[in-house]
């Protein structure tokens, strides 16, 4: 079993892991919070999450659950929720994930990938590795819409055709574009976040009225 580390990312990559193996390190990290396991065809990331990249990745779930609010959107938070498919030999754990505009059936119940559907809406946080890697693992699933910040800005991508593209402006949660979501972002940072609240929220109201 080959092995690669990157201790500044905090970033572990196994090869040649069976799908037991997988599922048995999903059973035993089931309670902890702190990692993130991606599974393809027998290669295994295992990332340790920082505060670095929690804080983006809870920013911009607070963002979108404000933009939902203000334009009366329903959610459904599914937060990192695992998505694995035997079949597919495929799993994953995203940073945030939706279901948008639907009522779930799911409160209190387990996800089922097989049978229930993906996440309207995922958002990934890469200001320490690239989910890049990872876009082939989320087209198999199906998922719609990624929301992606590199540490600089925050970039929509849809999928179309089997693969995902960049595009300007958000399906999931119209009129949001990427180039909004990070002045929003940035914005976070230099304001008391019940304000930057409330900010995002009128901007939501001001599109539902328009």
């Given at each position: 079993m080959a092995t690669v580390t990157s201790p500044a990312e905090r970033l572990v990559i196994l090869e040649g892991v069976s799908w037991e193996t997988y599922e048995r390190l999903l059973a035993e990290h089931e309670d902890q919070n702190g990692t993130r396991f991606t599974y393809q065809e027998g290669r295994l990331e295992?990332?340790?999450?920082?505060?670095?990249?929690?804080?983006?990745?809870?920013?911009?779930?607070?963002?979108?659950?404000?933009?939902?609010?203000?334009?009366?959107?329903?959610?459904?938070?599914?937060g990192s929720t695992t998505f694995r498919r035997l079949e597919l030999q495929k799993g994953f754990e995203p940073d945030s994930a939706y279901y948008v505009g639907r009522t779930s059936t799911l409160w209190g119940q387990e996800v089922d990938p097989a049978v229930d559907p993906p996440p309207d809406l995922?958002?990934?946080?890469?200001v320490t590795s690239s989910s890049l890697n990872?876009?082939?693992?989320?087209?198999?699933?199906g998922v719609p819409e990624v929301w992606r910040y590199d540490g600089s800005r925050v970039a929509i991508f849809r999928l179309e055709g089997g693969r995902y593209i960049e595009v300007q402006t958000s399906a999931i949660l119209p009129p949001v574009t990427g180039a909004l979501a990070t002045q929003f972002l940035e914005e976070s940072r230099e304001l008391p976040s019940d304000e930057w609240l409330e900010r995002v929220r009128d901007w939501a109201r001001a599109q539902r009225r328009s």
């Open positions: 295992i990332m340790v999450l920082s505060a670095r990249h929690e804080q983006p990745n809870r920013i911009l779930a607070m963002l979108v659950e404000a933009i939902a609010e203000g334009l009366r959107i329903r959610l459904s938070p599914l995922m958002i990934e946080v890469d990872r876009f082939p693992i989320f087209a198999a699933f």
